[in-house]
């Protein structure tokens, strides 16, 4: 049975530039949520996603946004990409929308900004 | 103060020693909480989850929750090298779940 993927593994774009990043989940859960890890800080939450509406949004900027899919996947865009950017971005799905099993990660994808 | 609390690492123990990893956390309204591991470079895994007051064990991992302090911990049993990882603490609330900046525990042979 598949995990969370992610596409791309690894990415380097231009500051200014806009990035879309895409995630599928665990068949049959239809929660996902986006999370940004700078090196040495734990993630932080970006979005959350159940049955295709914004269940939750952290403090990022309006140049991050998601969208989820009929089929449960997932793609976060942002715009106008800054070097600050630079992150490992990770995906995680959960069962339900209140994710009280916990989340399962994918293996993230590595932005580097230029 | 930050939503979520951890003690700072990295912290390093023995091999075979209890390792103790702690957090506290500032939202009254979060109903229960994961622990995970993260070894470097990879993504985080969910190694234990605790929603009553008291403690939970599974393994060598015992979860600890106090939900009038506001605190959970986690406990490492004889303690083996490859428990060495950065340990994350997080919260859940109806639609997020928010992680500390983790522990880094190093456990020496």
């Known amino acids: 049975d598949a995990g969370v993927t992610q596409s791309p593994t690894h990415l380097i774009k231009t500051r200014g530039q806009h990035v879309t990043l895409r995630c599928s989940p665990i068949?049959?859960?239809?929660?996902v949520s986006w999370y940004q890890q700078v090196l040495g800080q734990g993630p932080q939450f970006i979005f959350q996603?159940?049955?295709?509406?914004?269940?939750g949004r952290g403090n990022f900027p309006d140049r991050f946004s998601a969208r989820q899919f009929p089929n449960y996947s997932s793609e976060l865009n942002v715009n106008a990409l800054l070097l600050g950017d630079s992150a490992l971005y990770l995906c995680?799905?959960?069962?339900?929308?209140?994710?009280?099993?916990?989340?399962?990660f994918g293996s993230g994808t590595r932005l580097t900004v230029v | 103060q930050k939503e979520v609390e951890q003690n700072s690492g990295p912290l390093s123990v023995p091999e075979g020693a209890i390792a103790s990893l702690n957090c506290t956390y500032s939202?009254?309204?979060?109903?229960?909480f994961f622990w995970y591991r993260q070894y470097s470079g990879k993504s985080p895994e969910l190694i234990m989850f605790?929603?009553?007051?008291g403690d939970k064990e599974d393994g060598r991992f015992t979860a600890q929750l106090n939900k009038a302090s506001q605190y959970v911990s986690l406990l490492i049993r004889d303690s083996q090298p490859s428990d060495s990882a950065t340990y994350l603490c997080?919260?859940?609330?109806?639609?997020?779940?928010?992680f500390g900046a983790g522990t880094r525990l190093t456990v020496k042979p």
């Open positions: 605790i929603y009553s007051n």
């Open positions: 996603y159940y049955e295709k509406e914004e269940r």
């Open positions: 995680a799905s959960s069962l339900i929308g209140t994710g009280v099993y916990g989340y399962t």
């Open positions: 939202d009254r309204g979060s109903q229960s």
């Open positions: 997080a919260p859940h609330n109806l639609n997020d779940m928010r």
């Open positions: 068949s049959g859960h239809k929660s």
